[in-house]
């Protein structure tokens, strides 16, 4: 489908032990689809010469880009720079301006300079330095001829980045994409849009645009779709000339059928999209949350410029808590329970009083693993939002872990004020 | 280094073009380590047939165990049962027990069965069905018989797990990890450790351990380190007849130099940590949170039995709010700002009366990106703690992106009780 073939190597026996996240990946595609590159293939293995060696070689027999990243370090574990070498036959050299640099790091902060990190300003011959602004190892760039690895006449880049996050990412924007728009520009024009939806499911969603799309997925749309804890996306890709044509029109028609289900065109949270709106209206928010325990305060404070809209959050987990600081009636908890409409009406509305809000959300539910009984199973939850109109509570049904509970059930919470607000 | 090759083979559109982060990767990983399993190579491809295929081919080629995940489902993208069928030269037929499954699925919920659903009762000729306890679409196991892909005589384990998180999860450890232990033991003893730690850095925690760990690594043993943000992880891991041994060993070594700056043994989060205590010391906790915005509450609800440790919490943004929740005295607030000793310190206090807890954690800093002055900085904050004792208020600086500075902030304040609780 795309004219370059990218692969990403991703070396690490911690990510192979499971122990972090490969936060790279994904950052790292992102950019690369971006820029209009699209990588066709990720690979993760251990710190060992072997594996990094055989990964390497296979991708060279396929792509026009490869890049690795990690194990340019100094300590022992670091192999990548040596293996390589080796295994393309060329000889590491001490490069002058690196040795400099590694040394006015040092003097900068004062500290002498360990041995062991000369071997970072060890350059492949032939090699592009791709100096590093936040670290010590630089990255390496070159060429490597396809009578090597590959048939078919083209030479492939081979890019080796350093593993730290705050290294690899401004390396990556501010000197490899530079260089890979001048050595291997992308071929044309790649476009990818993502319509995020709540509310629905995934199957409902394909019921709907499936056919009406059927026409343009023929001409060459790529139709996805992505579903996380009470989201779904609907991707829109397309390359080539007709890739933006292409993606408005099905972008047209996936809103048109869709409507307010979709809360974004693009990659916006839901809680990021809540808070422009209300500070675009001028309106507050007030949250009065049991089984939610903080999560939409907390989704919420992720953006900046929160404070604007949020006056006040209050987590009532307890009974005590829900009639001291939101006035819910003591006889409305003994008559219908703390996970009840009458409760969530009143935290609602004891939430917005206290606040002085112009909304306010509650949510009181039962997240389990233990509380359900068979009238109230776990996972039923009441939402309700008072506003400048009659309190709304609504009943769901969420019966998931308890992590996907809170999150599901916050989006729910979100999304009964986005739909009405505004 | 270990007997048994797995390889896992995350398959996803989105993966590729890094619109979300591959979360499985690091839990399966995680998973089989502890189950005595090293995956050995993970490959992330899209949705399509021929990236599918080609991948699942190199991997019979190499491994003993093969795990794909996503593509399962009901959606046009979802490609890998058939596209593998097809390659194994297997049939597919609709398995009736899968078929009623799906049914009652949807009956349960009061839906019609949407006809696409029903490719997900489809089962590979010779594969074992794994239930999907929280979803629709079955996983499946099979064996490939060795001439088909690889030389040796050992057929391969080909397992198909569906992508959703909620639904991979369980089946994994309820369903597929006991069908292993029976039909893929693990060759030898391998064991893993984690230690946590939080407040001390990474390349201080190195200088302290390594020299006392000389000898042990030596021996066998791998000694590894990952950051993260406000906690840095020390792992020991060892493989062969006296793994246990020496990993007990480096333990008692690295927690007699780290002492109190290990909060776990094992992969417990501090506020799991933190509610356990509290629960076996029979006391309570109340928040007033302004700069982390309900992320302290919000990790502590994600602990199962929270609820009997934390009778409620304050997301206080406004000074108004900080005053009437929490009786912050205005002069305070004029004379110090909102975020100061004094008023982490009023905050604290008044979140303790106004709830009756045991304990009372109190945070205001400056998140950013603005807000920041000459004298207080972005990422300055202070950290309150009221208790049976004179209030405690520490400062920290943070200068992080907002959401890692929440999470940062979040964990010196549990650890702060951690420290002082017990």
Redesign the interface.
């Known amino acids: ?1 795309f004219g370059m073939n990218v692969e990403l190597i991703n070396t690490g ?11 790279h ?9 971006d820029l209009g590159y ?9 710190d060992s010469s072997q ?1 990094i060696e055989q ?1 390497v070689r ?1 991708a060279l027999g396929r792509a026009d880009l490869i890049v690795t990243t990690g194990g340019l370090g100094p300590t022992s574990d670091d192999l990548t720079r040596e293996c390589l070498a080796r295994m393309l036959g060329r000889s590491l050299r001490e490069d002058p301006a690196v040795r400099a640099r590694l040394e006015a790091f040092f003097k900068e902060r004062g500290r002498p300079m360990p041995e062991r990190m000369r071997v970072q300003a060890m350059v492949l011959e032939g090699a592009v330095v791709l100096p590093n602004a936040h670290g010590t190892a630089p990255g390496l760039a070159l060429q490597v001829a396809p009578n090597h690895f590959r048939d078919g006449g083209r030479p492939s880049w081979l890019v080796l980045l350093p593993g730290p996050t705050r290294e690899l990412r401004p390396m990556f924007s501010d000197v490899l994409a530079p260089l890979l728009a001048r050595v291997l520009p992308p071929a044309d024009g790649f476009v ?1 849009r ?1 319509l995020r939806t709540t509310g629905i499911g ?3 969603i ?2 709907a645009v ?1 056919g009406p799309l059927r026409d343009l997925v023929k001409a060459g749309l ?8 009470g989201q779904v ?1 609907v ?1 829109l ?1 397309a390359t080539g000339a007709r890739a933006r044509q292409w993606v408005d029109e099905a972008e047209r028609i996936v809103t048109g059928l869709l409507g307010l289900r979709i809360y974004a065109a693009g ?1 916006q949270e839901l809680e990021t999209v809540l808070v422009s709106r209300l500070t675009a209206l001028g309106k507050t928010l007030a ?1 009065a ?1 049991s089984c ?7 989704r ?3 953006v ?1 410029g ?2 604007a809209v ?9 009974n ?2 829900k009639r ?2 939101l006035g819910v009636q003591a006889e409305t908890l003994a008559r219908h329970g703390a996970v009840s409409e009458p409760v969530a009406l009143e935290m609602a509305e004891g939430a917005r009083r ?2 002085g809000a112009d909304y306010a959300l509650s949510v009181t539910g039962i ?4 509380g359900g009984t068979d009238a109230k199973r776990v996972g039923t939850v009441f939402v309700g939002l008072a506003g400048p109109f009659p309190t709304r509570v609504d009943r769901y049904f969420n019966p ?5 509970f ?1 999150q599901v059930t916050a989006q729910q919470a979100l999304d009964l004020l986005r739909r009405t607000a505004g």
């Not at 026996?13 to 936060?23: C, D, F, K, P, Y």
């Open positions: 489908m026996t911690e990510l192979m032990l499971g122990r972090v996240l490969n936060t990946q994904q950052w790292l595609c992102r950019q690369f689809a699209v990588v066709s293939r990720q690979v993760a293995v251990a594996a990964a296979e990818c993502t995934e199957s409902m394909e019921e499936a790529d139709l996805g779709y992505c579903a996380r804890p996306d991707r890709a990659e949250l949350e939610t325990g903080g999560c939409v305060a907390h919420l404070t992720n900046p929160a404070s949020l006056l006040a959050g209050f987590v009532t987990y307890s005590e808590a001291k600081f206290q606040t997240a389990g693993p233990t998931y872990d308890r992590e996907t809170k």
